[in-house]
């Protein structure tokens, strides 16, 4: 039984033709997306882009599945290939185009050609804005790869990688502690730009070098990504903007207050 999380919102041109697994809440699926395969999982708030897909050749074979995290984004015709098993953390941004295979064949194996199955692991908050990752590779957390880099080896935590084949350029890169002049100039432009979105004047004060109050109803704890107090338009477009620089909160607007998810589908 496939299960369909609360406030999903599934575009009627979608195609989900999975047996076994659960889409979390708040998903958004959008038009011409594909998901098919004996076993998928997906977390909470996913967004999944026009034409983006998972599934494909032998995604009903035995040993194929999805298990991914909250916050799985894939962009425009971006694809994962569940031959065999794919896992990925929370916080996996898969860009436009970008390719998961775990299954790599045309001109006859028997013949000599090459043959590729392997699965593919890939850990929590990373980024491939427009790569290709090859069938049998692990990419650790906190990763960022080049675009147009084609992955076909081991990535290890916390690198920037780059290249055909893709090489670590900067090993321990990520993530980086920001000083407090940092974090406050960040957390300025963010809301600037939110305020510009708004049209209307809002203030914000800091309560520590993690925290923000907005508007005197609101605390965004940044570091510890949460949020707490009145939820107004204004808070909802300030997350939002917050959410589109990378910084996600577990929390959801209801009657007006923010409240943490309770009761959602996850794979954590």
């Not at 609360?6 to 038009?31: S, Y």
Request: glycine share 12%; aromatic share 10%.
């Amino acid at each position: 039984m496939f299960q369909i999380g609360r406030d999903c919102i599934i575009h009627p041109t979608a195609r989900i033709e999975v047996k076994q697994g659960f889409l979390g809440d708040r998903a958004m699926v959008r038009e011409h997306v594909v998901i098919e395969g004996d076993h998928v999982e997906i977390g909470a708030e996913a967004f999944i882009n026009r034409f983006a897909s998972i599934g494909g050749g032998s995604s009903h074979d035995p040993g194929s599945s999805l298990t991914a995290g909250d916050f799985l984004h894939l962009g425009f015709f971006a694809h994962i290939n569940t031959a065999r098993r794919v896992t990925i953390g929370h916080e996996f941004g898969c860009g436009i185009e970008t390719k998961l295979f775990t299954h790599g064949i045309y001109s006859s194996a028997w013949d000599g050609f090459p043959a590729q199955w392997g699965e593919i692991h890939v850990g929590d908050r990373v980024w491939l804005p427009n790569a290709w990752v090859n069938p049998g590779v692990t990419i650790g957390s906190d990763v960022v790869v080049a675009a147009r880099s084609l992955v076909n080896k081991d990535l290890p935590p916390g690198c920037l990688a780059g290249g055909a084949p893709a090489a670590v350029l900067k090993p321990g890169r990520y993530p980086r502690a920001l000083s407090p002049a940092e974090k406050r100039a960040l957390f300025a432009g963010i809301f600037a730009h939110a305020q510009r979105r708004d049209g209307f004047a809002h203030t914000f004060e800091p309560v520590d070098e993690d925290s923000y109050r907005v508007d005197a109803d609101t605390v965004f704890h940044v570091t510890r990504r949460q949020v707490e107090g009145r939820a107004t338009g204004f808070s909802e477009i300030l997350r939002n903007q917050l959410r589109r620089n990378g910084i996600r909160f577990r929390f959801v607007a209801e009657e007006g207050e923010y409240r943490p998810w309770r009761g959602v589908l996850t794979s954590a």
